[in-house]
């Protein structure tokens, strides 16, 4: 009894985390002459797919650039946070734990503050409204938290395996790629995720650094639409709908890996 009891209050506490999805959900299966009922209708009893229609039209170019901003991101992040989680696990340089402090500080510094300074810095470069722009900004969300993911994942490697490597004739770039990189595979799981998530809901770098430029990611995308079509709330909610699918169908996918990977180094032998 007591079980049943904790399972209805889970499942009723899931129920009202989940409706803000629902509702978004049925909103953009809604007719325009249907939005302003009062009361609403729960739901959508005489559905349209004009909204999506609308979104397959217009928004396609914005879900395009915020698919090569996260996927290079992703690259980014793990090419730079790998190796350095691998030095600072195994390899044991001077200075290792001040890095390590660093690294957890810098995850504290506000967005804007290092938005302005991305601005100042592209403005002398010219890499304003730019992709590859936003994908290194991007990545310095990603990549402290990466370095500690991998640290701490790759510490719980045996140095057993390590030594072996070492003896067949593997030198350290060799034994982290055949090696630590192929056990590691969770920790990257993880990493590209976030990675990808943070990139992909993006708007503070966004708005401050591509904003008004040629390739504009979703979040701008949205932005922009809700500016210039704030009463056509089905296409409104129809492009948040199918924003929001890519990442959803990751996690899901990635879930097993990423639980493997957040909890890697909490136990030791």
């Known amino acids: 009894m007591k079980a049943r009891w904790k399972t209805a209050v889970g499942v009723l506490l899931t129920a009202v ?26 739901l959508p009893l005489h559905g349209t797919l004009t909204g999506y229609r609308t979104v397959l039209h217009e ?13 290079g991101t992703v690259v980014l992040t793990v ?13 044991r340089p001077r200075g290792g734990g001040v890095l390590s402090f660093v690294l957890l500080a810098a995850q504290m510094i506000p967005g804007i ?20 722009g936003l994908i290194v900004a991007d990545s310095t969300l990603a990549v402290p938290f990466a370095v500690l993911i991998f640290t701490a994942f790759m510490s719980g490697i045996p140095g057993e395996l390590l030594q072996a490597a070492q ?14 990189l192929p056990m590691s595979r969770n920790a990257v799981v993880t990493v590209s995720l976030f990675a990808f998530l943070w990139s992909w809901s993006d708007f503070v770098f966004a708005s401050t650094l591509d904003g008004g430029g040629a390739h504009e990611p ?16 089905n296409a409104i909610m129809a492009t948040a709908v199918v ?9 899901v996918l990635a879930q097993r890996y990423v639980a493997a990977g957040v909890a890697a180094g909490a136990v030791k032998d």
Do not use: E
Not at 218 to 225: D, E, K, P
């Open 17 to 42: 985390m989940l409706f803000p999805v629902y509702w978004m959900i049925n909103v953009s299966l809604t007719r325009d002459q249907d939005m302003r009922k009062s009361p609403p209708d729960l």
């Open 167 to 180: 003896v067949d004739g593997a030198r350290t770039l060799r034994t982290f790629w055949s090696v630590v």
């Open 218 to 233: 979703i979040t701008l995308g949205i932005y922009h639409y809700i500016g210039n079509n704030n009463q056509q709330w």
């Open 59 to 71: 928004q396609l170019p914005y879900l395009g650039t915020s698919l090569v901003i996260g996927l």
């Open 113 to 132: 503050i290092m938005a302005m300074g991305f601005y100042a810095i592209y403005l002398q470069l010219g890499l304003l409204q730019s992709v590859p």
């Open 243 to 251: 924003a929001s699918l890519p990442a959803a169908v990751i996690l």
């Open 79 to 91: 090419a730079l946070s790998a190796p350095a989680g691998y030095a600072l696990a195994k390899l």
